[in-house]
């Protein structure tokens, strides 16, 4: 079997729960949204057994049908980016799930989850919790530049082709407090080994608004 890449999408998920519900978050009474569904097979899936409810978007029709699959969940077939831009009125959620694309994507260019969080606060009660993925030391880097550049404006002036731990800990701190929240708490697990480096995380925040 190819080690190159050992994906942990599911052990990964079942990881982060545990650290959380160790810190007595008790997921079955929120009610939840994932912005990047896809099929619903990876972390979706996982968080659906536990919370209350889901509400899930996805811009490819395609994928509908295995959502609905999903337990209490409700399907919306829409662009997530577009809808925090220019919606009104938004629903809110105590878990906001972010399992965003890696590098650049959509025909507006969006990077990550960089969009996402200038338009969270629209969605989020005021006291929220939000699970989002980084991928600290992404492997052929050089080969988009485009994607760097948006990530070296995002994190600022540091070597983005390997973040540490306690850089991103502490930065997304302070970039939550920037939109209006401060955290109560943060955890995070290993999302992806690429080659025996924890390539890709989990970040898990308990926030509350300001």
């Excluded at 990964?12 to 545990?18: A, H, N, R, S, V």
Aim: charged share 35%; net charge positive; aromatic share 14%.
């Amino acid at each position: 079997m190819d080690k190159k890449i050992e994906e942990r999408w599911i052990k990964g998920t079942k990881e982060l729960i545990k650290k959380l519900e160790s810190k007595k978050v008790d997921f079955k009474q929120f009610e939840t949204i994932e912005l990047f569904g896809r099929d619903g097979s990876w972390q979706t899936s996982e968080f659906a057994k536990i919370v209350k409810s889901i509400e899930i978007w996805e811009i490819e029709l395609k994928w509908e049908e295995k959502l609905k699959k999903i337990p209490n969940s409700t399907i919306k077939i829409k662009d997530s980016i577009s809808a925090l831009k220019s919606e009104i009125n938004l629903p809110k959620f105590d878990l906001i799930l972010i399992d965003n694309p890696m590098n650049i994507f959509g025909k507006e260019k969006n990077c990550e989850h960089f969009e996402v969080f200038q338009n969270i606060k629209k969605i989020a009660k005021n006291d929220v919790l939000v699970i989002f993925n980084v991928n600290r030391q992404p492997f052929d880097y050089e080969k988009f530049p485009l994607w760097k550049k948006r990530r070296n404006e995002f994190y600022g002036d540091i070597d983005t082709s390997d973040m540490k731990i306690k850089f991103l800990i502490e930065i997304y701190i302070k970039k939550f407090l920037e939109i209006g929240f401060n955290t109560i708490f943060c955890t995070n697990a290993v999302r992806v080994f690429y080659e025996g480096i924890d390539m890709t995380h989990y970040f898990a925040y308990k926030l509350k608004k300001i």
